[in-house]
T-cell receptor, first 114, second 114 residues
Framework: EDKVVQSPLSLVVHEGDTVTLNCSYE??????LLWYKQEKKAPTFLFML????IEKKSGRLSSILDKKELFSILNITATQTGDSAVYLC??????????????FGKGTHLIIQP | KAGVTQTPRYLIKTRGQQVTLSCSPI?????VSWYQQTPGQGLQFLFE???????NKGNFPGRFSGRQFSNSRSEMNVSTLELGDSALYLC????FGTGPLEQYFGPGTRLTVT
């Protein structure tokens, strides 16, 4: 059974700080790892990672995958109060084609204090 | 391009009743997945449809069912509602392809069972 573990479960930092969120996983037939941001609504897509060592970057957010050690990190630099959200890590595996169901971690609840 | 839409946004039902939720994917997306989100269990995969066929299924009882129409719109049905079915139900759409796919979520339907 696929397993996704995120840490920390919650984090409180001050505006301007840099944060690193962790996601470790166990999966058979890894396909992709995805990061989502969820505020008081539906998750919004951030990154999809399929290859080790290739950093994905979008503004102040970046993410990288290590398929050997089975983890991914999401970095946010120069945090702003608008970054406050639950960050979800999700996994897909090959199971015969099509869009596989995502297996989600419990999320990291990030709070940015002014 | 319009995003994923879900109706209704909020719903209150009584134990034992049944409910039908609707999801319209992003134009051009042919795969629709459904998820249940609760505070205790987080986001859990229900099922995925492509070309009117259920391709993948999560670990939920048979009371949960779905279907997809020829225009890719999907409906989810829950029969004999239980208090524990109170949750946010999210649908996500994705393009169909052979590679890993990112999924885009709708705003969700908040179901309350009393």
């Amino acid at each position: 059974e696929d397993k996704v573990v995120q840490s920390p479960l919650s984090l409180v930092v001050h505006e301007g700080d840099t944060v690193t969120l962790n996601c470790s996983y166990e999966v058979t037939n890894f396909r992709s790892l995805l990061w989502y941001k969820q505020e008081k609504k539906a998750p919004t897509f951030l990154f999809m990672l399929t290859s080790s060592g290739i950093e994905k970057k979008s503004g102040r957010l970046s993410s990288i995958l290590d398929k050997k050690e089975l983890f991914s990190i999401l970095n946010i630099t120069a945090t702003q109060t608008g970054d406050s959200a639950v960050y979800l890590c999700a996994l897909t595996h090959y199971s015969g084609g099509g869009a596989d169901g995502l297996t989600f971690g419990k999320g990291t609840h990030l709070i940015i204090q002014p | 391009k319009a995003g994923v839409t879900q109706t209704p946004r909020y719903l209150i039902k009584t134990r034992g009743q049944q409910v039908t939720l609707s999801c319209s994917p992003i134009s051009g997306h042919r795969s629709v997945s459904w998820y249940q989100q609760t505070p205790g269990q987080g986001l859990q995969f229900l099922f995925e449809y492509f070309s009117e066929t259920q391709r993948n299924k999560g670990n939920f009882p048979g009371r949960f069912s779905g279907r997809q129409f020829s225009n890719s719109r999907s409906e989810m049905n829950v029969s004999t509602l239980e208090l524990g079915d109170s949750a946010l139900y999210l649908c996500a759409s994705s393009l169909f392809g052979t590679g890993p796919l990112e999924q885009y979520f709708g705003p969700g339907t908040r179901l309350t069972v009393t």
